[in-house]
């Protein structure tokens, strides 16, 4: 089955898969963990640090703390334009071409550049709020990243080829009850 990607321009599905990518280790142990918008993430870790920092300016028996927390304000400032610059880039990419057959997965991107993972290579398949994560099992192995548009295309695929095993579903996750 080939279909399209469409994640060109899609801000939310890059922010997603920034999270993803930057926390493989963390999906690779638990599969089920949400994610989450990466830019969000380090402004809400520079929000603690600050407070942090100013709380500890005014105990003068830790006071010396807050120049270790100020260092870290800046490397996650520093972090987060990094991701800022990295998101703009993305946003310049075309859609992705996703194969899915009897061997396996592959994404290709206007024959720039190919994916392509085996059925024996892939260990999850993690939905999420705006992406579809397949993750190897070998960390030398490059993930692959699907707009959660092409959901239904995906499902069907893995029906047909029987590799529904490899499913995780977390989009119940996001949906506000």
Not at 5 to 11: C, F, L
Not at 57 to 82: D, G, H, K, R
Not at 157 to 174: A, C, G, T
Request: proline share 2%; glycine share 0%; net charge positive.
């Amino acid at each position: 089955m080939t279909f399209i990607s469409n994640e060109a321009s899609n801000k939310l599905y890059y922010e997603e898969i920034m999270y993803i990518s930057n926390n493989y280790y963390i999906f690779k142990k638990r599969p089920k963990t949400k994610a989450h918008s990466l830019i969000k993430v380090f402004i809400f870790y520079i929000i603690i640090l600050l407070l942090s920092t100013i709380i500890l300016l005014f105990i003068p028996q830790i006071s010396s703390l807050a120049i270790i927390t100020f260092i870290f304000i800046l490397l996650y400032i520093y972090l987060l334009i990094e991701a800022k610059y990295k998101l703009r880039e993305y946003l310049k990419h075309s859609n992705s071409k996703i194969i899915i057959d009897e061997e396996g997965i592959e994404s290709s991107c206007k024959k720039v550049m190919s994916n392509k993972l085996y059925w024996e290579s892939i260990e999850y398949i993690i939905i999420n709020k705006y992406s579809i994560s397949i993750l190897p099992k070998n960390f030398a192995s490059v993930a692959i990243f699907i707009e959660i548009n092409s959901k239904d295309e995906l499902i069907a695929s893995l029906k047909k080829y029987k590799k529904e095993d490899l499913l995780i579903d977390n989009s119940l996750k996001y949906t506000n009850l």
